[in-house]
């Protein structure tokens, strides 16, 4: 089945810092969303993107769509504590009747204050 | 509120046991869905269901069994069938764009335990 690369698989870093993560197909996708999990927790949605080049903020954060529809990114900036948990990707492929979406494993980022 | 809420919040089956899983939604979504979760791994699909009285295995169906009589509601079980069962389920439900741009929204989860 289709397969989403999701990296870094974690990362630390320093409050105050940038931070950026990404995820890559070898198939093309109608729609990349990105979530934030915190432990014990449901998958919180972050930002959804259904264009390729689609450029797209929420607060601190901001996703692209790949121009390719291969790809996604997402940076966060000026970290805080309160960032800290799992991110993943999740994309949906082309198809008539297509519910599923793939999901990446996941991101996990600690801040260290 | 709108939301999804899933209960309860943990769970424990004895081996050979069914348990079932609950999740309601007051969002008018039309379709829901069922993942796990384990340890270090993405969310794979147990069962989505685009309208009542209807659903479709997803990825990891076997073991489980699922039911939608109402929008609002869409039951997990597990069954002893299904051998290792100890994960994190998910319930998730969206609008029905007829299978495009599907933005699911997730409830917090049920940790279920083998005991």
């Known amino acids: 089945g289709q397969q989403l690369n999701q990296s870094p698989q974690s990362m630390f870093i320093q409050e105050g810092e940038d931070v950026s993560m990404n995820c890559t197909s070898s198939s093309i996708f109608n729609t990349w969303l990105w979530y934030k999990q915190e432990p014990g927790e449901g998958p919180v949605l972050l930002i959804a993107l259904y264009k390729a080049g689609e450029l797209t903020s929420n607060g601190r954060l901001t996703a692209q769509f790949g121009i390719t529809r291969k790809d996604s990114f997402l940076n966060i900036s000026a970290s805080i504590p309160s960032d800290v948990g799992i991110y993943f990707c999740?994309?949906?492929?082309?198809?008539?009747?297509?519910?599923?979406?793939?999901f990446g494993k996941g991101t996990k980022l600690s801040v260290i204050p | 509120d709108g939301g999804i809420t899933q209960s309860p919040k943990y769970l424990f089956r004895k081996e050979g046991q069914n348990v079932t899983l609950s999740c309601e939604q007051n969002?008018?979504?039309?379709?829901m869905y069922w993942y796990r979760q384990d340890p270090g791994q993405g969310l794979r699909l147990i069962y989505y269901s685009q309208i009542v009285n209807d659903f479709q295995k997803g990825d990891i169906a076997e073991g489980y069994s699922v039911s939608r009589e109402k929008k609002e509601s869409f039951p997990l079980t597990v069954t002893s069938a299904q051998k290792n069962p100890t994960a994190f389920y998910l319930c998730?439900?969206?609008?029905?764009?007829?299978?495009?741009?599907?933005?699911?929204?997730f409830g917090p989860g049920t940790r279920l335990l083998v005991l």
């Open positions: 969002l008018n979504h039309d379709a």
């Open positions: 998730a439900s969206s609008i029905d764009r007829g299978g495009y741009q599907e933005t699911q929204y």
């Open positions: 999740a994309g949906q492929f082309p198809g008539a009747g297509s519910y599923q979406l793939t």
